[in-house]
């Protein structure tokens, strides 16, 4: 089963930018991937997708301050967060749409003043 493996979190200050890096184990190139966050205390969430054409779509909570990409030819799907809220603080997860990967450790992100 396909394994994630998640980097680049860290704190920042509202405003602040991160990007997220996700490696899967085996190719993405004709699959529906997907960041997640889950907040101490909340429930794990959506935040983007990104389909084997390139369509993307994002969650109202943060549709124009985050952007996700990949680069198949490095199994490596990517989430540039900009104008960081407090609000994002969590961890970030990524997986297929369906989330039938296995969930890897996340990445913690902290917007902190």
């Known amino acids: 089963q396909v394994q994630f493996v998640e980097s680049g979190g860290g704190q920042v200050q509202p405003g602040g930018s991160l990007k997220l890096s996700c490696v899967a184990s085996r190719g993405i190139d004709f699959k529906q991937m997907a960041w997640y966050r889950q907040a101490p205390g909340n429930q794990r969430e959506w935040v983007a997708t990104i389909a084997w054409g390139d369509d993307k779509m994002y969650a109202t909570s943060v549709k124009g301050r985050f952007t996700i990409s990949k680069d198949n030819a490095k199994n490596t799907v990517y989430l540039q967060m900009n104008s960081l809220k407090a609000e994002d603080t969590a961890v970030y997860y990524c997986?297929?749409?369906?989330?039938?990967?296995?969930w890897g450790q996340g990445t913690q992100v902290t917007v902190s003043s």
């Open positions: 997986n297929y749409f369906n989330g039938l990967g296995n």
